[in-house]
């Protein structure tokens, strides 16, 4: 079995995992809008989520030893919710950097949409004008795809290798870690594969095993056998 190390260099987010080579993509990476709209510059919309709630979650996830938070806002029909995790390893300011740049940016990069999920390398933030919190779904998943195939052509010694490496990973992460954060390194394959996965801490242990197993089966239908570098990410 690979070994998984609990601190390395890789990449991570909300309830998502990923492997990755170095990324090719640019990030932020993007889910914009489920058929909910757009709300206009100025409402009491955007003031709820983008001045009084993103604001206190920012602090509250960066100062939190879980590096997360969620919460909402706001009379209805104007309510808003919002969810925001950043990776296991980063500290409490690089947290607060991004999770503010994040939360606005994704105002801008989705046309100021109702329903909005951004992944960043440190962080993962997804903003609403309904309750997405289900510990037992996952919908409004990001996916990006950072390098396409595999070079030396071993698809199947490859999928196998990602298949252990994904299994030792959600394991760590689920059974040993306190931020339910791990980071992997497989050296079965040349050139070897890094991988990463963290669930929020809103999900019991149990509840971020199905999460992130319920990832690594989107990652089969989602990506080719063969792709060397991608991510999942969802609330
Ligand atoms: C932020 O944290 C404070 C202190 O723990 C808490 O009272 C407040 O409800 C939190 N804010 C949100 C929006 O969850
Ligand atoms: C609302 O935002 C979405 C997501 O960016 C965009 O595709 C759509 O065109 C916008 N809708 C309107 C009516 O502007
Ligand atoms: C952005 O949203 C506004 C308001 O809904 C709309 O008028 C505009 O066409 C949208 N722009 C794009 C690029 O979707
Ligand atoms: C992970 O946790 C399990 C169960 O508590 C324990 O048996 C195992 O030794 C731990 N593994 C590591 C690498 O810490």
């Known amino acids: 079995m690979p070994g998984v190390y609990s601190s390395s260099m890789i990449i991570i987010h909300a309830l998502l995992l990923l492997v990755l080579i170095p990324l090719a993509a640019a990030q932020p990476w993007t889910n914009c809008g489920r058929g909910q709209g757009n709300y206009s510059a100025g409402s009491t919309y955007e003031t709820n989520l983008l001045d009084l709630l993103l604001g206190t979650l920012c602090h509250n996830a960066s100062s939190s030893p879980t590096l997360f938070a969620k919460g909402s806002l706001g009379a209805a029909p104007d309510t808003a919710w919002a969810l925001i995790l950043c990776r296991g390893d980063v500290s409490a300011k690089m947290c607060y950097e991004c999770v ?3 939360g606005h940016y994704a105002a801008t990069a989705c046309n100021r949409s109702r329903d909005v999920a951004l992944c960043c390398d440190q962080c993962y933030v997804r903003l609403a004008d309904h309750n997405f919190f289900d510990p037992n779904g996952n919908a409004g998943v990001v ?60 999900l019991s242990r149990p509840q971020c095993r199905n999460c992130l197993q319920g990832l690594m089966g989107m990652w089969r239908t989602t990506f080719l056998r063969n792709t060397r570098g991608a991510r999942l990410a969802g609330p």
Request: one cysteine or more; charged letters at 15%.
């Open 100 to 102: 503010t740049w994040a």
């Open 143 to 202: 996916s990006s795809l950072s390098a396409l195939g595999i070079t030396n052509g071993d698809v199947v010694g490859y999928d196998w290798a990602l298949t252990g490496l994904f299994s030792s990973t959600v394991k760590y992460a689920v059974d040993n870690s306190s931020r339910m954060f791990a980071m992997g390194y497989s050296a079965e394959t040349e050139p070897g594969i890094y991988s990463a996965a963290q669930c929020a801490a809103d």
